[in-house]
């Protein structure tokens, strides 16, 4: 989240909650009546296929704000899932609007995040319109720039669409042809 958003909103009431993973902050159709910073941790929007299979539509880490689009619809159109034990700040929706309408700057800042969010949500579906790792490693490289420490890499293989054994592989033999070099 940019900072000037966050300035504006850690000044409204609100309340800090753990959740372990696995617990919902909320299910599709529930009224929207909160909005959700995540503080530490991570979440996930899910909606589900007519078939069961599930469909992550946010990757929610510490500074996002999850199901930002929910501030102006009444029902939130997906189910919310802590993915590992996460600390939000939760704050009333109507706040926030209140907070959009009457301030100029936050609305800019909101604006901005949103254009973030976005934009990276049309990289990850490019992302995944490409058919081999190696594709989509490089062009993950490339809005990225560079992998994190091993430790990160099962979060790529996610984002990207593959498998951590393939993602792992990939890597192993980039590692192999520059040594081989």
Excluded at 37 to 50: E, K, P, T
Excluded at 111 to 137: F, I, P, Q
Aim: net charge positive.
């Amino acid at each position: 989240m940019i900072d000037i958003m966050w300035e504006f909103l850690e000044k409204l009431r609100q309340v800090e909650r753990p959740l372990p993973e696995g617990e919902y902050f909320f299910h599709r159709n529930d009224p929207v009546r909160s909005m959700f910073v995540v503080v530490a941790g991570s979440a996930q929007l899910i909606r589900h296929h007519r078939d069961g299979r599930p469909i992550v539509l946010q990757r929610a880490s510490a500074g996002s704000v999850l199901a930002e689009a929910s501030l102006f619809t009444s029902v939130y159109h997906c189910d919310a899932i802590a993915t590992s034990a996460v600390v939000a700040r939760v704050i009333s929706r109507a706040a926030i609007q209140h907070l959009f309408f009457s301030n100029q700057d936050f609305a800019k800042a909101w604006a901005v995040y949103l254009a973030d969010e976005v934009r990276g949500a049309r990289m990850r579906a490019e992302l995944l319109t490409l058919k081999t790792v190696s594709e989509r490693l490089d062009a993950w490289l490339a809005d990225k720039g560079r992998l994190p420490q091993k430790g990160g890499w099962k979060a790529i293989a996610q984002e990207i669409g593959t498998s951590p054994e393939a993602l792992y592989r990939e890597i192993a033999r980039r590692k192999g042809k520059a040594l081989s070099r």
